[in-house]
């Protein structure tokens, strides 16, 4: 027998001795992934919400939720995230949304801004658009609320459906809805966001953003609708309304970037009058052009200013269509 038989003789025995003591099979053992961060409770100025706490890159973040008393749908119950703006707070009763949303039996999570963590010095500014880790890192957080209450964690017993989570926020809390999209840690998780006053800018300094933007940060699945009065004089809209109002609206920023991206021309055309309007005003809804896969929509409201009234029907009715893609 040659000496390269009598060698694969010993490996077969020696595989075979291994085996009955149970080592053949043996694997690398992959380490479990760390369990989230232990929430804590906190207070409320409503009985209609709860609060919770949580440490995310060494600060206390709250939460405050209101989770619809109606049975959850199959699937799981759809989730909403609600982001205020400078100088505001998640710890309000969002009467008028709930309406919307609890006959579809959602849970409404609002996020509270580092505004309110006095020891970031940040006065009445809110959210922090970074996508480089910067501090406070308010993507990383939204990421890590969305992954808490998926698992379970953040609201016991919530039961949410992974395809069917929505960000809906008002002035600089819908500048954060479009950093959600365009951020590459958060932008597979929405299936559709309503920005109310809001816009899209990169922080100073902000590479990765910069990246993102000047790559393919705006080919999010999400759909996108944008809600502006025609006089804001805080955050000026995309675009003022037309004359006539039934012309086409070209590449009104960032949503035209948003459709350019997934197939549209960029152009928004005049699609209808919306009744019942918002804030009392005339409201105009104009929707991407061409081959688009994605559902973009920007509203106008004529006379309109920083402030919108009666968006929520509207807003919810949009979203709670779309699943995740």
């Not at 919307?100 to 006065?123: E, K, Y």
């Not at 953003?209 to 080919?219: E, I, Q």
Request: hydrophobic share 35%; charged share 10%; net charge neutral.
């Amino acid at each position: 027998m040659s000496r390269t038989s009598h060698l694969a003789r010993y490996a077969t025995a020696g595989l075979a001795a291994l085996s009955g003591l149970g080592l053949a099979a043996c694997q690398p053992t992959v380490p479990p992934p760390p369990p989230p961060p232990v929430a804590t409770a906190c207070t409320s100025s409503s009985p209609a919400i709860t609060c919770n706490q949580l440490p995310v890159d060494g600060l206390q973040r709250k939460i405050y939720y209101h989770v619809s008393s109606q049975p959850a749908p199959a699937g799981g119950r759809p989730l909403v995230l609600w982001f205020h703006g400078d100088g505001g707070s998640g710890n309000v009763n969002l009467a008028s949304l709930y309406a919307q949303t609890d006959p579809d039996g959602a849970v409404v999570v609002q996020l509270d801004g580092p505004n309110n963590i006095a020891s970031l010095g940040r006065g009445s500014t809110a959210w922090s658009f970074r996508m480089d880790g910067g501090a406070p890192d308010d993507v990383h957080f939204t990421k890590t609320v969305i992954d808490d209450v998926l698992v379970g964690s953040l609201i016991p017993g919530a039961g949410v459906n992974p395809q069917r989570v929505y960000a809906m926020g008002s002035s600089r809390g819908g500048f954060m809805v479009d950093t959600l999209l365009v951020d590459a840690r958060t932008a597979g998780s929405l299936a559709a966001v309503v920005s109310l006053s809001g816009n899209f800018y990169c922080e100073d300094g902000d590479a990765v953003c910069n990246a993102r933007v000047n790559g393919t940060g705006f080919s999010s699945k999400a759909a996108v609708m944008h809600i502006h009065g025609d006089a804001d004089g805080a955050v000026p809209p995309p675009a003022h309304l037309p004359s006539p109002v039934t012309k086409t609206i070209s590449w009104p920023w960032p949503l035209g970037q948003f459709a350019y991206a997934n197939g549209c021309s960029g152009d928004f055309p005049y699609t209808s009058q919306l009744s019942p309007s918002m804030s009392g005003k005339p409201t105009y809804l104009y929707t991407g052009a061409g081959n688009c896969g994605v559902d973009h929509r920007l509203v106008l409201i004529q006379g309109g200013g920083h402030g919108v009234s009666g968006w929520e029907a509207y807003s919810w009715n949009f979203a709670k269509t779309k699943v995740v893609a």
